[in-house]
Antibody, heavy 118, light 106 residues
Framework: QVQLQESGPGLVKPSETLSLTCAVSGYSISSGYYWGWIRQPPGKGLEWIGNIYHGGSTYYNPSLKSRVTISVDTSKNQFSLKLRSVTAADTAVYYC???????????WGQGILVTVSS | SYELTQPPSVSVSPGQTASITCSGDKLGDKYVCWYQQKSGQSPVLVIYQDTNRPSGIPERFSGSNSGNTATLTISGTQAIDEADYYCQAWVSTTGVFGTGTKVTVL
């Protein structure tokens, strides 16, 4: 059974960089699939942040592309998100996810709330 | 950028049928999936590739996709189906979500 678990600081100061990691168990990242990040501001809808393919190719939401980096560490079987220059608008629950071949997400992390505040 | 539009809310009586639409340009040319999200929980996939149900999802959930509109139908709606529902399509190697629909079972 594939399991994903987000970790990282729950509080980030404005203008700083939000950094999260997703640990994957039950499947080797290097074996395939996209690995992605999705977020949800409190009381609002879901927003796709971006994906990384197991080989390292990345694809980002155009609205966030200038501030986002997603990377993978196959030795630790985990992937990471960095979002630079955060503001209060980046406060959200951040989910890591594994999209399947046609884009549907069958596996989600439990989510981690990140608050941007001084 | 590509946009998917859903009605903000749908109300349904227990046992009746709820239909949730998702509209986007030439959406019928793409695969659409649907998620159910209950308060405080991660989304759960209920329909993938337009019409398929994952293992464990009740048969009362069904989907269709044609033209510019995809539809999630919940037949014989139960109180436990009260939740937010999101459509999602795969566009140029990344996902796009719909605006979300809150289903209330009255």
């Amino acid at each position: 059974q594939v399991q994903l678990q987000e970790s990282g600081p729950g509080l980030v100061k404005p203008s700083e960089t939000l950094s999260l990691t997703c640990a994957v168990s039950g499947y080797s990242i290097s074996s395939g699939y996209y690995w992605g990040w999705i977020r949800q501001p409190p009381g609002k809808g879901l927003e796709w942040i971006g994906n990384i393919y197991h080989g390292g190719s990345t694809y980002y939401n155009p609205s966030l592309k200038s501030r986002v980096t997603i990377s993978v560490d196959t030795s630790k079987n985990q992937f990471s998100l960095k979002l630079r220059s955060v503001t209060a608008a980046d406060t959200a629950v951040y989910y890591c996810a594994r999209p399947d071949v046609r884009g549907e997400v069958g596996y989600w992390g439990q989510g981690i709330l990140v608050t941007v505040s001084s | 950028s590509y946009e998917l539009t859903q009605p903000p809310s749908v109300s349904v009586s227990p046992g009746q049928t709820a239909s949730i639409t998702c509209s986007g340009d030439k959406l019928g040319d793409k695969y659409v999936c649907w998620y159910q999200q209950k308060s405080g929980q991660s989304p759960v996939l209920v329909i993938y590739q337009d019409t398929n149900r994952p293992s464990g999802i009740p048969e009362r959930f069904s989907g269709s996709n044609s033209g510019n509109t995809a539809t999630l139908t919940i037949s014989g709606t139960q109180a436990i189906d009260e939740a937010d529902y999101y459509c999602q399509a795969w566009v140029s190697t990344t996902g796009v979500f719909g605006t979300g629909t809150k289903v209330t079972v009255l």
